[in-house]
């Protein structure tokens, strides 16, 4: 009776799952010793994932270069991360003053903005439907006079001084190191693949190299693909509103192509600025910000995204909601940014495994017929 115990399923997964449960509780009973590795990764956390995403839009540069001119890969490199340079140069001179100019822009009109805002909230007070509520006495009670939210923002930044410096001293750290990281990335990423197949059992390194390949069509299709679609997002949407004369043009549409970053929720969050600054003024124009947002949404769904990315993910619309309500409780903004990417990573790790254990399966099925037969 004990030997069918022992042999059977449910004896061994709950077996496992013991060890597994003691192993954790283990671990959370001493995790001061793995603090300082969570310091190390976290450290480098973040001038790994830039350079990572930037080794992913300059490395089909890299490699179309070495094609066609011959040239060695370090020399490919160099001449990228040169033109990378000029790139941030030229942006500096000329797309960050013009942002700079129309958020400070913004920044000395949010008092009249917040004018308009109160004279409509007055009007509404008007109607029948508004006339049970004391508004007058509802603004009162929140005090959203001028002085008081200067008050508290002075007083947030005197207590947020510390985490201010903290926040100056890591971009420091990023911006020296990223550069050194992502040179050894482009320099070397080819290296990557033949040393970790070196690690693996001879039968094994095939089905790695496999894995490995797609892992890297997934991000290589999903960062070039969001930056082309953050491109184009944003470049259009800036258009549609110059067209329509809507101030801070600019300032809204380079918001509009990086709040696109995050699936389905980034256009309309894109949108409510434009929304917010027209609304209380011209409520036609705040419309029309609406139309070009749809129409510029709808060339990317229908022509950009299918062409650039593609089925490569295959992610359904629900899955990534879903996706984007836990990696957002869990890590905040940076998971929503991260959350789609690193799914579609574990989805390709666990269908590759499955694979690879159906096709285990199957071989000894084939050898077992062959030596009965």
Not at 28 to 46: E, Q
Not at 114 to 122: C, V
Not at 129 to 156: M, P, R, V, W
Not at 173 to 189: E, N, S, W
């Amino acid at each position: 009776m004990f030997d069918k115990i022992k042999q059977s399923k449910l004896f061994f997964w709950s077996l496992e799952s013991l060890v597994i449960v003691t192993l954790v509780f283990v671990l959370s009973k001493i995790n001061f010793l793995f603090a300082p590795v969570g310091t190390f990764f976290s450290t480098l956390f973040a001038p790994v994932l830039i350079a990572g995403f930037l080794y992913y839009l300059l490395n089909p540069i890299v490699v179309f270069l070495m094609k066609t001119t011959k040239m060695k890969r370090v020399f490919a490199v160099i001449i990228v991360l040169l033109l990378l340079l000029g790139a941030i140069v030229l942006m500096f001179f000329s797309v960050i003053p013009n942002l700079i100019s129309q958020i400070s822009q913004l920044a000395e009109n949010i008092p009249s903005f917040a004018r308009n805002m109160e004279n409509w909230i007055y009007s509404m007070a008007d109607d029948p439907f508004f006339k049970q509520i004391d508004i007058a006495q509802q603004l009162e009670n929140l005090n959203l006079s001028y002085g008081t939210i200067i008050q508290q923002f002075l007083s947030g930044l005197s207590t947020s001084l510390g985490s201010i410096v903290s926040t100056i001293a890591s971009a420091a750290m990023i911006i020296v190191t990223v550069p050194f990281i992502l040179f050894y990335m482009l320099k070397d990423g080819e290296k990557l693949v033949p040393n970790i197949k070196s690690v693996f059992p001879e039968k094994r390194r095939e089905q790695i190299v496999e894995l490995l390949n797609d892992l890297n069509k997934t991000l290589s299709n999903y960062i070039s693909g969001q930056a082309i679609e953050c491109i184009f997002v944003g470049t259009f949407t800036f258009i549609g509103y110059w067209i329509l004369g809507v101030n801070y043009a600019f300032l809204f549409g380079v918001i509009a192509g990086i709040t696109n970053l995050i699936p389905y929720l980034g256009p309309y969050l894109g949108l409510i600025p434009a929304v917010l600054v027209t609304i209380f003024d011209e409520p036609f124009r705040a419309l029309l910000c609406c139309i070009v947002v749809l129409i510029v949404q709808q060339l990317d769904g229908n022509i950009i995204y299918p062409n650039v990315i593609g089925k490569s993910l295959a992610i359904h619309p629900l899955t990534i909601i879903l996706v984007l309500l836990v990696a957002g409780n869990i890590a905040g903004l940076l998971g929503i940014f991260l959350g789609v990417p690193f799914y579609a990573i574990c989805r390709t790790i666990v269908v590759f495994i499955v694979h690879l254990v159906r096709d285990d399966k199957s071989k000894k099925n084939q050898e077992r017929l062959f030596e009965n037969g």
